[in-house]
């Protein structure tokens, strides 16, 4: 099963860019995109169902956010899930933060965490969405034979090796001590970072680009997105990949296997 995760940065923008030939070419069984800035009703039918591949026609759930163009999640995936809920936490959900997917064995989760701002502006709301998040994800893994998927644009560069200039952004938004500190906490609660799972000391990697200064040419980036499992679930893993090729957002899309 492949699954593909992408902060699109705008459902339709993205659309205009070849966001449904991709998809069809690409063929994942499930995508789960965040910030889609929309609400389903503002989208082409192409959009809301586009066709893979292999002739398969994509469900699509949607978690928009109250306030237009911003925010948002959204699931695209060819088997109907036995269950689509929203983290159940108003202030988060109301951003459209969260969508959780649940399949056979195993719940996959949407997510995009919010941007702590310039100055740390809005850092208490991102580390109360962090712990709560925790919570959602640690509430599933205890369930039995439930494995837990959770990707998503983090906006969090958890080490060093995850962006270009870690000196440079010391005290800068996505690298803060007490973004840092929770991605320790959440590794820690037994989730594993599947692309450090497979490329433990692998550098110049990243997911995400400015769009100043020739950032992406010259690869000087961050990696902000992520497909963490709980433990139990690294069993099944077969690989886990960035896709630094996939242009149309000013990030790129990142690839779970599993088995």
């Not at 997510?111 to 599933?140: H, I, Q, V, W």
């Not at 961050?222 to 630094?244: G, T």
């Amino acid at each position: 099963m492949d699954i593909v995760s992408w902060n699109v940065n705008g459902i339709r923008a993205v659309e205009k860019k070849g966001f449904c030939e991709w998809l069809a070419a690409e063929g994942p069984d499930i995508l789960c995109v965040q910030e889609t800035k929309a609400e389903p009703g503002q989208l082409s039918d192409d959009l809301k169902n586009p066709v893979s591949r292999d002739g398969a026609r994509y469900r699509s759930y949607w978690a928009s956010a109250q306030k237009k163009g911003y925010s948002g999640t959204a699931i695209y995936t060819k088997t109907e899930p036995r269950d689509v809920r929203f983290l159940g936490i108003k202030e988060f959900d109301d951003e459209g933060r969260v969508l959780a997917a649940f399949y056979g064995d195993f719940v996959l989760i949407s997510a995009y965490f919010p941007n702590s701002r310039n100055g740390g502006a809005r850092l208490p709301y991102k580390l109360d969405f962090c712990a709560a998040m925790l919570e959602f994800c640690k509430t599933f893994a205890a369930g039995a034979g439930q494995g837990v998927i959770l990707c998503g644009d983090y906006n969090i560069a958890h080490k060093p090796i995850d962006l270009a200039r870690p000196k440079e952004n010391e005290g800068n938004a996505g690298y803060l001590p007490e973004e840092r500190a929770w991605m320790d906490t959440f590794t820690g609660a037994s989730f594993i970072d599947t692309f450090r799972y497979f490329h433990p000391d692998e550098p110049d990697n990243y997911t995400w680009w400015s769009y100043r200064a020739g950032a992406r040419r010259k690869n000087i980036g961050w990696r902000i997105d992520y497909f963490c499992v709980d433990a139990p679930f690294a069993a099944r893993l077969k690989s886990s990949e960035i896709m630094p090729d996939v242009t149309g957002s000013d990030h790129c899309p990142v690839k779970l296997t599993v088995l």
